[in-house]
C-alpha cells in the first residue's frame, strides 16, 4: 500500500488529464456551516461557481467532547469527498464529446 507521499508520486507521474484538488477548489465560492440547534451535529455546504451546492456532516456522540473546529473539518471533508465523483463525470463528459 502507497504511503501519502508516495500516491502524490505516482499520481504527478501519470500523463493523462485528472481531476485536481487545486481545480475543485478554484470552483467553490462558498463555504458556509452550520451547527443545528441543541445538538453536536455540523453541517458544510460548499457552493460552486455554478450554483451547484453539496453538503458534507459531522456529529460526535457525545456532547462533552463536541469541538466546533473539529466538526466543521470533518463536515468539509465529506462535502470535498462528494465532489470528486462529480468533477470526474464532467472529465468522462469533456473527454467523450472531443472523442
Not at 25 to 39: H, M, N, Q
Amino acid at each position: 500500500m502507497l504511503n501519502e507521499a508516495a500516491l502524490s508520486a505516482a499520481l504527478d507521474a501519470c500523463p493523462g488529464e485528472r481531476v485536481t484538488l487545486e481545480y475543485m477548489l478554484s470552483r467553490i465560492v462558498s463555504k458556509d456551516f452550520t451547527v443545528l440547534p441543541d445538538s453536536t451535529v455540523t453541517i458544510c455546504n460548499i457552493t460552486l461557481d455554478n450554483g451547484y451546492s453539496v453538503r458534507g456532516e459531522s456529529a460526535c456522540v457525545d456532547p462533552a467532547n463536541f469541538n466546533r473546529e473539529i466538526g466543521q473539518h470533518y463536515a468539509e471533508k465529506q462535502a470535498m469527498d462528494k465532489l470528486w465523483p462529480l468533477f470526474g463525470f464532467l472529465l468522462a463528459e469533456k473527454r467523450s464529446r472531443a472523442a
